[in-house]
Nanobody
């Protein structure tokens, strides 16, 4: 079982930056692929970014490529999402996940980008 706690979401103006963090419990964090999804009001949850266990591979949705960067620190059991050049359409609840044989989700953190 993995427990995930996201933090860092807040209200920010368009063009601004935020860094989200996701802290994981347990001693097997480094064996999990990690990533982020987001859900805007009235829309389905969508993929944002993912990173493999040793950070050698990262994946991004087309809508965030070049603006968002996912990273992880296995020694701290934490995955990050650096978000730059934020747009109003980036508004939503951002969820962290951990995946190995099962997928675990955090409770989400709200990001609001004002125009």
């Amino acid at each position: 079982q993995v427990q995930l706690i996201e933090s860092g979401g807040r209200l920010v103006q368009a063009g601004g930056s935020l860094r989200l963090s996701c802290a994981a419990s347990g001693r097997t964090f480094s064996s999990y692929a990690m990533g982020w999804f987001r859900q805007a009001p009235g829309k389905e949850r969508e993929f944002v970014a993912a990173i493999n266990t040793n950070s050698s591979s990262t994946y991004y949705a087309e809508s965030v490529k070049g603006r968002f960067t996912i990273s992880r620190e296995n020694a701290k059991n934490t995955v990050y999402l650096q978000m730059n050049s934020l747009k109003p359409e980036d508004t939503g609840v951002y969820y962290c996940y951990a995946n190995r044989r099962e997928t675990y989700w955090g409770q989400g953190t709200q990001v609001t980008v004002s125009s």
